[in-house]
């Protein structure tokens, strides 16, 4: 999991504390634009995956690809904005598969289901962290914007 933290948590924590007793209005606003930057990057990350060479008909990247989501909390000590690969959302027994797609190591498995036969198979490894990394100047970019805009609101 890659994780970029942005120039103003003690901001962010201040504007929080001020947003709890705020307008739910104001704090959906927040939400809304705090989704809407991370939408570039959520798309750059399920492209990257997308773009991993396939031998078959490309079924498992599409399923990896949408695993990837973004979500966001706001409490009264900050917000939280998430961007994840949930391998709960893999089909049954191909859960791991998101995390061994992304690993230099690659996984074992058995050659057409035959338990007795098995090969090392390699993913694309960083194809989720590459994407957000290069996509975290923006998202701080347009985080901080949404910040202001809702601190402008709130009169501060």
């Known amino acids: 999991m890659a994780e ?3 120039g ?7 504007l929080a504390a001020r947003l709890h007793e ?8 927040l939400r809304r634009n705090l989704r809407a930057a991370a939408g570039p990057v959520v798309a ?5 995956i997308l773009s991993m060479p396939s031998h ?3 079924s498992l990247r599409a399923e990896v690809a949408r695993t990837v989501s973004s979500s966001v909390g706001l ?3 900050g917000a939280r904005l998430e961007i994840v690969s949930s391998g709960r959302k893999m089909p049954a027994g191909e859960d791991r598969l ?3 797609l992304d690993s230099v190591k690659g996984w074992n498995r ?12 390699h993913g694309k490894p960083a194809w989720f962290e590459r994407p957000v990394t290069g996509k975290a100047p923006a998202l701080r970019r347009t985080a901080q914007d949404a910040m202001d805009e809702t601190k402008r609101k709130l009169g501060g």
């Open 4 to 6: 970029i933290t942005g």
């Open 8 to 14: 103003g948590p003690a901001e962010m924590k201040q």
């Open 22 to 29: 705020a307008d739910p209005a104001l704090k959906r606003e």
């Open 44 to 48: 750059a990350v399920q492209e990257s």
């Open 56 to 58: 078959h008909d490309g």
């Open 75 to 77: 409490t009264r000590n």
């Open 98 to 100: 998101p995390g061994f």
């Open 110 to 121: 058995p050659v057409f289901g035959n338990r007795d036969v098995w090969r090392r198979q």
